[in-house]
């Protein structure tokens, strides 16, 4: 299949995604203290927001099995994340992901800037394709994720790789 | 004419390039491994005594080592790891090239490209067969025209087939082989035949572990519970219907391990491995989906059923397939820590899977290990999952709980400890410190979490090569691994807690009261104090601190003593 066909595609399980998703469960999943060590990084001990991390159980697991569904709705490989912002920051954290096809992800980091496609779901609410590059490996649709005042608190990524052979192991 | 002149020393000195005993290697009772007459070694039988050689001169040169038979020498050129440091380059050995036959080399080494190279360090190793006779056996070192005469006392013992203590190298995938080994998987794009290449080169690295007295673990499952296809068996169906379809790459990669033929025609004796890692997770056998549900179950149980009948079938009933979780949520996976638990709140997760795994292999013969890699729940954990958990490798916190520890090795399960491997820069020794706490605990195994990764260039821009006691060999024109000094030091300390083990009690508890390595420490307050979910590394390595001055410098021979009680 083509990179606009996936496109057109993910696209679809992302208007899907952003009607099903409960904000008021996502922002439930990681921990008030695991949030507060990652948005204020020790500088001196640099595992202190690791070893503080923490998320809630039932949360998390019902938001991860919709996630899972909704990967299902494809017959391509699609793996899917959900993001939150970090406090007080411009960063965004992922709450959590399945699979090994990731646009954004880097193994073991807990935060990052967010990428301008993903501002722009914060900031209005609308379904987005991430931005097709030269090297790209992934194609990549994004989902605004609502609370029940309608403030969009997360950011479903849903990411199908054009090669799937990701390693287990990087 | 150049001037050579060949030294020889003990195994646990190392020196530079320049012929500069290694900083860390400085002992205060420095101890010869010759006498007035060449070098002088003595070993058991079944296994090694090894020593090192410097060879210092200019120009070409044949270094050479024979012994009287039934013994065997195997000599290794030791390369010399470049590290930048303030003052200039530093130079540390570690890889092992075994040297040829015949071999002429060169001083300075132009492959190895050290400006105002003097010296050359060679590692030797003698075998010594577990059926050799009693007494003194002769042999020479010579090089070029020089000859050191070489005296092997050959004595009674015989180093057990079993190791008391299993150091255990693990990896992670095997992705990396591709990365190391270039020139085995150049040209092959048809995925078999790679897939072929690896599992070949895996064997291979396995039969160098097992020649070493360790145990590699490979483990294929990775954070996002996905594996290569070598890793596990395909699967068909779902719910009921979900069954395991086909062994194919599966038993190609462990069935040599599993009946040991992988690691025959080597100087040990072959048998199957001790343990193996296996493809059950969250995520596998059964659909994550239905986590706490019905269906969840039956696949799992159905699935690992089928798993266990396999290895029943194949008479694979020696090996210890184990089941263990890798993940942790910090990773984000999932919602539990599977690997060293932070939160009590986890530890229904690993109650419900213990169950599963029972009513699924129910009264097997298969020796099945349900593991735990424990750390922060530790202490709550021995006694939480008392009857469920029967294998832990347990994280530096091991050094709090002496009584805990001991009340489980008392009720049969196996208990482990893990850490990284030492850099190069430390001292030769410091490896041994894990030989001497896993067999001074009392404990059956250490488990280096990572002994395979390579920074981008261990040759020359060495990072300390902390995560690799291998190396490839590629660039030595050998198609495969190549071993390292750490690892030699290690297989020879393992030769001798064998012998140790054998040795009545009173010998073992005298060394442990005169052995300068402590094995045991009081918990810091923050673990006196806090509950385990509010411990993090900056509570607990501030109450570190303030206790690291009760540690005692030890000198870099303190192995020594240990070798002495070892033989006798």
Redesign the interface.
Known sequence: MQPDDIRTELLRLAEIAATLFDGEGVKRIISASAMAHIAKPDVQYRFLSADHYDVAHGPFLRVKKLLMRIERLSDLVVNGAVWVRVPETDNVTVALHNGPHHRYYQFGTQQMAAPPEMRKVFETGEVVAAPSGRDDTHVTALAPVRDSLQDVVGVVELTAPLDPDAPAWS | MPTWKLEAGNEWVARDPFGEIKAADRSERPVSVCDDHGVVLRAARNGYASFRLWVSGKGEYRLAAEVSGPLEVDLFNAWYHRMAGEEGPRYYVDALIPVEKGAVCQLPDPDNAIDGQTHQEFWVDVFVPRDAPVGAATGRITLNDIELPLRVEVLEPVIPDDDAVIMNRHS??C??VHDQYPSIFSGIDEPDERWARTIELLHHIYRLVYEHRGLLTN??????N???LI?GPTLEGRGREKRIADWTWFDRHYAPLLDGSAFAGGRRRAKPIWCVATPMCAEWPAD??Y??QPGYEVEFVNCVRQFDQHFRENGWITTHPYFFFVHK????????DGDEP??A?DHTYFLEMGRLLRKAIGDTPVPWLYRIDASWQMKKEFEEFAGVIDWWVCGGFIRWYPDEVREVIERGDVIWQYSGPPPITAASSSCLEHVWRAFGRGTSGHCYWNAFSSCPDPWFKSNGNATQLFYPGDRFGVAGPIPSVRLKLERNAVQDVNLLAARPENVKQRLIESVPVWLWQEPPAAVRELPP?A????NL?GSQDDLMSKTQAVDPLWWVGVRDAALG
Do not use: P
């Open positions: 992670y995938g992705r990396w483990r294929g499952v990775g954070h996002a996905t594996f290569d890793y994550y989906l986590w706490g949520k910090r990773y984000r996976w999932l919602e539990w932070k939160h709140k979910e411990w993090d590394s900056r390595t």
